[in-house]
């Protein structure tokens, strides 16, 4: 047999929401930032990603906001969701109150209304990072690739999940009083390189990169980043282990 | 306005266009990489289950190599693929997947010993050799005939994304996000470029490359219910098919995915049944095997799809509110196997259906998925009709496909023809035709076009509705150009694409918000979006037999007689409502795998003439050969190396062969 699991059954007529939207475009600098309410009902199975592009395909067209895959594994979609950093597309209204509150995340740069330019700041973090395998020795592509342990490759997987969704950084205590902290996102990348052994990189490369207070030192351990990332990625585990090599490291 | 030089501009960010940009850097060439989003959102991201290429490094993978890989992709394709594109993929995939293992993408590898598998619904037990003990492995697909699907998880495209974008920023490579090309800067036989929107201010700008490449995925969003990403929108392809001298080749083949959730369209990737999940109708029976005895859930996607399609139509549907479905049950996979191999697909059960996958069923049914058609290409990626212009991945027609593509071989022609095209870029570039003479007088009439076209629409007070349009395409799309086509169905699907056309000349917006206008942006893209839905529908009208993915209840059988031969879709006058199609033929006397049966799905078709002469050839080759390697044999029937850069054409080394 056959058992769904339900949730209590939706009341015969829908749930009306209210939807606080902060709106701002930059193109209009002399319109203050202010909250919009818009109205929706309620539909079985819907996500703000549905809730966005119905009120911007019925009431208001010029809404911005992002959306890619709308399935949770891009990263575009992040914002505060009721104040807390959250990807839009897999946020279903039902486990909301009625009245939600949205705004883009911060930090970043705003675009307009809820869209944010994360892309920009990733791209900055993965230069200044050098988030990419640094390899001395060439490999043959015709050649039978280097083994690798199947456990060593299932734990560097974990760690390369990261979507690069901000929701780290929008929930950082350091993040909001130093702009250049490499934050949660820039961390976890430098432990996946760091256990990935076709980086031939050494921890004293790593400690260059995020031995200061904009990097492993600069974290506070509040963990907000922990307790929002929506990949679960263990954050708090690896920045308290890449704090602990690289503090022995600047001992030395 | 303002003018950017470059010697390459690859429009799009996705894994096809990073490849491509890679390759031509390291040529020396300056590249700049145009993109919608930030590279590492592009829908590449999404492809879960993995990714083909004949490594044979595990036990059910033995005894692969590149002519089986060629063999499954034509049977695939229905015979309506390019073999010497399918012969320069089969060659290169290996070599793709060991350069992605060396940029750090952590495909999972064999574990030495033995492992419980579910194969057919039971649990097997697979003994794998200590030599082949953390070499990469593979997991089974649809239509294969060996287990070749190279995987992380089910999170390939997102690892190979990420390794791929950053080797692009390791090799400095600028992007320039949230950038629409918008036309191409051509003078009737020569691209020179793009004009370009900035999406997030509205401004248009000018991108003056030596040579330009389009790798801006699908157009699945000309489908109501599609698997594909929100800016899978097709805009590339519309815009070559505006120059009226490009054409769009087999438009009408498009692929549905078996097992999208039901109704939010969410892939749950193809590894689910790879992995041993079954597929299951409303009394819970098991209905794949009564259809396809030989390869059940693993048949290729578009029998897949007809049959579960033919199945709830025959009453076996399970209904709910939003209309009727199938279920995919892979709780007998095991929780454990769920939380490591199949994560995303959790996730996706979890946080879209609120259901836990190892314990309850998925509902499923078939939704637009991969566009096989695209921008018309030859084996070197250069785009038919203008000089300078090149395509690959999904936004091309290279022509890996044919009339279906094999699920694990789209991600793996993104980062192939990459490869391929690249080069070949880099190689345009240093010939004297790659020499840039564009006027300035024509980069500017280019941009007043463009700017014209987006000012119209601002301008227009015109009584319709963007969005209502786009939905009206949608629905017509997914009900009439769908999984199983029929004359009347499609000739009305043609009419009503028609008046949309001449209706989205009329669209008056509601909004005159400076900066992104997201009305603006919607009322320019529906009407080049109903342009590709129209060389859809029509190129499906007047095909007039089913091959692979394009099947027609009133034309059920696969006509090689007189349908061995690809659209081209053409739109040479911006007025017309409907393209121009020509046809171009496919040279059965130069086939290395004649047509024949797929192995799955009907066996009815009707021969081409030159069939039964070029099988006698091939025999009478393959037996005065039979003493030679099979490269040499292969040699003989299709040659293809010469095709590849240099650096490509070597033998791949796999286990168990002699070097």
Redesign the interface.
């Given at each position: 047999m056959i058992s769904i699991f339900r949730r209590p059954a939706s009341s015969p007529t829908p749930r009306r929401l209210t939807l606080d939207i902060l709106r701002y475009n930059p193109a209009e600098p002399e319109r203050a930032p202010t909250l919009q309410a818009f109205t929706i009902d309620e539909a079985e199975g819907m996500t703000l990603f549905i809730a966005l592009n119905e009120i911007r395909a019925h009431q208001d067209p010029s809404l911005q906001f992002d959306f890619v895959c709308r399935a949770g594994i891009c990263g575009s979609c992040a914002m505060l969701v009721d104040g807390r950093p959250a990807l839009a597309c897999r946020t279903l209204t039902r486990d909301l109150n009625s009245h939600i509150t949205l705004a883009p995340l911060p930090f970043f740069e705003l675009i307009g209304d809820l869209s944010v330019n994360t892309g920009q700041w990733m791209r900055g973090t993965a230069e200044r990072l050098q988030t990419w395998i640094h390899a001395v020795d060439r490999v043959s592509i015709d050649e039978i690739e280097a083994p690798m342990a199947p456990e060593l490759a299932e734990a560097i997987y974990e760690l390369d999940r990261c979507i690069e969704c901000g929701c780290c950084i929008a929930a950082c205590g350091t993040a909001q009083m130093r702009p250049d902290f490499v934050g949660a996102v820039g961390l976890n990348k430098i432990a996946r390189f760091r256990l990935d052994p076709r980086d031939q990189r050494s921890d004293e490369d790593f400690y260059e990169l995020i031995g200061d207070d904009s990097g492993v030192f600069g974290c506070m351990s509040l963990l907000g980043c922990h307790d929002v990332c929506p990949k679960q990625l263990s954050l708090q585990t690896q920045i308290a282990f890449l704090r602990r090599k690289m503090a022995r490291l600047g001992f030395d | 306005m303002q003018i950017i030089h470059s010697d390459v501009l690859i429009i799009g960010g996705g894994l096809a266009g990073l490849r491509a940009g890679l390759a031509a850097r390291k040529r020396g060439q300056e590249v700049i990489i145009l993109s919608l989003?930030?590279?590492?959102?592009?829908?590449s991201?999404?492809a879960q289950g993995g990714m083909q290429a004949s490594?044979a490094n595990s036990t059910r993978g033995s005894g692969d190599n590149e002519d089986v890989h060629f063999e499954d992709t034509v049977r695939g394709s229905d015979w309506g693929n390019d073999q010497i594109v399918a012969r320069m993929f089969a060659h290169t995939a290996p070599?793709?997947?060991?350069?992605l293992?060396?940029?750090?993408v952590?495909?999972?590898?064999?574990?030495a010993g033995d492992h419980t598998a579910i194969i057919d619904g039971q649990p097997v037990t697979i003994s794998e050799s200590t030599t082949a003990?953390?070499?990469?492995?593979a997991r089974d697909f649809g239509g294969t005939k060996k287990w070749r699907t190279c995987y992380?998880?089910d999170?390939t495209g997102?690892?190979m994304l990420?390794?791929v974008s950053?080797?692009s920023?390791?090799a400095g490579i600028p992007?320039h996000?949230?950038m629409e090309a918008v036309s191409l800067i051509h003078d009737g036989s020569r691209c020179h470029g793009a004009i370009v929107r900035n999406l997030?201010?509205?401004e248009l700008l000018a991108y003056v490359a030596r040579a330009t490449c389009i790798a801006t995925g699908g157009f699945g969003r000309i489908y109501q219910s599609t698997t594909n990403?929100?800016?899978n929108e097709g805009i590339g392809a519309a815009i070559a098919l505006e120059t009226g001298i490009v054409p769009l080749a087999n438009m009408e083949a498009v692929q549905f995915h078996p097992t999208a959730i039901f109704?939010?369209g969410?892939?749950v990737t193809e590894g689910c049944r790879g992995d041993g999940g079954l597929l299951r109708d409303v009394d819970?029976h098991r209905f794949m095997p009564d259809y396809e005895p030989e390869k059940k859930e693993l048949a290729s996607r578009d029998v897949v799809s007809r049959r579960m399609e033919a199945h709830i139509q025959s009453g076996k549907g399970v209904r709910n509110?939003?209309g009727e479905h199938l279920?995919l049950d892979i709780t007998l996979l095991g929780e454990q196997h769920i939380n490591?191999k199949l994560r995303?697909v959790k996730?996706?059960c979890q946080?879209?259906l609120?259901?836990?996958p190892s314990r309850?069923?998925i509902p499923v049914r078939p939704a637009q998925h991969y566009s096989m058609g695209g921008i018309r290409t030859t084996p070197d990626g250069a785009v038919y009709g203008l000089q300078g212009l090149f395509s690959c991945g999904e936004a091309a027609c290279w022509d890996l496909h044919g009339f279906n593509r094999l699920g694990g071989n789209s991600v793996a022609e993104t980062v192939v023809s990459g490869m391929i095209v690249g080069e070949a870029i880099a190689d345009f570039c240093a010939s004297p035709a790659g020499e840039l003479t564009v006027s300035t007088a024509l980069i500017r009439d280019c941009g007043r076009q463009a700017a014209e076209e987006f000012s119209a629409i601002a301008r227009c007070s015109g009584p319709e509705n963007a969005?209502q349009l786009l939905r009206d395409m949608q629905q017509t799309m997914s009900q009439q150009v769908g999984i199983v086509r029929h004359g009347d169905a499609l000739q009305s699907a043609v009419d009503t694409l028609k008046s949309l056309i001449l209706r989205s000349r009329q669209i008056g917006?509601?909004?005159s918000?400076?900066?992104?206008?997201?009305?603006l942006l919607?009322a320019w893209r529906v009407r080049k979006m109903l342009k590709l839905a129209l060389c859809v529908a029509d190129g499906a009208l007047q095909r007039t037999e089913s091959r692979g993915a394009h099947f027609r209840s009133d034309h059920p059988q696969r006509n090689d007689a007189d349908w061995l031969k690809r659209t081209l879709a053409y739109w040479p006058d911006a007025e017309q409502t409907r393209p121009t199609l020509r046809y171009e033929a496919l040279d059965v006397l130069r086939m290395e795998l004649p047509p024949g049966w797929r192995g799955y799905g009907a066996r009815d078709a009707i021969d081409h003439p030159d069939t039964s002469r070029r099988q006698a050839e091939v025999d009478a080759l393959r037996q005065q050969l039979a003493s030679a390697d099979r490269n040499t044999r292969q040699a003989a029937l299709l040659a293809f190396r010469h095709h590849l850069p240099a650096h490509l054409r070597?033998?791949?080394?796999?286990?168990g062969e002699a070097p």
């Open positions: - | 989003v930030p590279p590492k959102r592009s829908h991201a999404a490594l070599k793709a997947v060991r350069e293992a060396a940029w750090g952590p495909w999972n590898r064999v574990q003990h953390g070499l990469i492995t992380v998880s999170g997102h690892a990420y390794a950053d080797q920023i390791a992007v996000e949230r997030m201010t509205g990403a929100v800016i109704p939010a969410i892939l819970g509110r939003f279920w490591g995303e996730e996706i946080h879209f609120g259901i836990d309850q069923w969005s917006l509601r909004c918000r400076p900066g992104a206008n997201p009305e919607l070597g033998d791949n080394a796999r286990l």
